[in-house]
Each structure stands twice: as C-alpha cells, then as structure tokens.
C-alpha cells in the first residue's frame, strides 16, 4: 500500500493547533513544511500516473513548471499555487530570522487545501 499524502495535511492541521509550551513556532513551521509536501506528493503522483518524468535535479521546479506551462487553467493555477506554498516552506525550513505564527501556518494549509481541491478537479484524486 503506498503512503497516503493527504495524512500530511492532517498532520499540519494538528501541528497549528500545538499546545507544546515554547514550540509553537517549531509546530507551525512544519506545519507549513507539511503542507507543501502533502501536495507536492499528490502533484508528483499525478504527474507519473500521467507518464511525466520528473527529473532527480531541480525536482520541485520541473514539477511546479510542468503544471504552470499547462494550457489548462487549472492546471496553470496548480502551478502558481505551488509557487506561493514552495516559497513559504523554504521560508520556514529555512530563514530563522523571520518568525512564523499561527496565522502564517493557517494560511499556508489553507492554500494546500485549496490546491488539493485543483488536482481533485483534475483528477489527481
């Protein structure tokens, strides 16, 4: 059986609501990281169910530009999407000088959740 991604958007759901007394900001940058990969997941899946390669280099970039140079505006819009999400992961994984909090992580799963209903509608799902 392979890994369900969208257990990651469950994870980042529980992740914001952290009550870990001085981990709140640990809990909602992964709660961003994980929202970006659940649908990265499922896009990538899609993808090679669809017989796109995508390449071991620059993976995250040729899987974003593959659906933003669809002529399908869905598709299109996955794309952009996944721009925005990629770009608040690398800022939470990476940049401790700017402070995460809980409306930053709300609305980076809220985007994710808004992408999954794209891929749905596109039939990733």
Known sequence: ???DWKSYLQLSEGLI???????????????IS????AIFGIASNYLKSNGVTIPPVDT???LR?????SHDHTKKKIGQNLDR????RKEA???????ININKAQISHQ?????LQDLKSVGAL
């Open 1 to 3: 059986m392979s890994f």
């Open 17 to 31: 609501k952290c009550q870990a007394t001085g981990l709140e900001e640990a809990c909602f940058r992964s709660a």
């Open 34 to 37: 994980r929202s970006y990969y």
């Open 60 to 62: 995250h970039k040729s």
């Open 65 to 69: 530009n593959e659906f933003k140079n």
């Open 85 to 88: 999400l990629w770009k608040d």
């Open 93 to 99: 994984d990476y940049n401790d000088a700017v402070s």
């Open 111 to 115: 985007m994710a959740l808004r992408i």
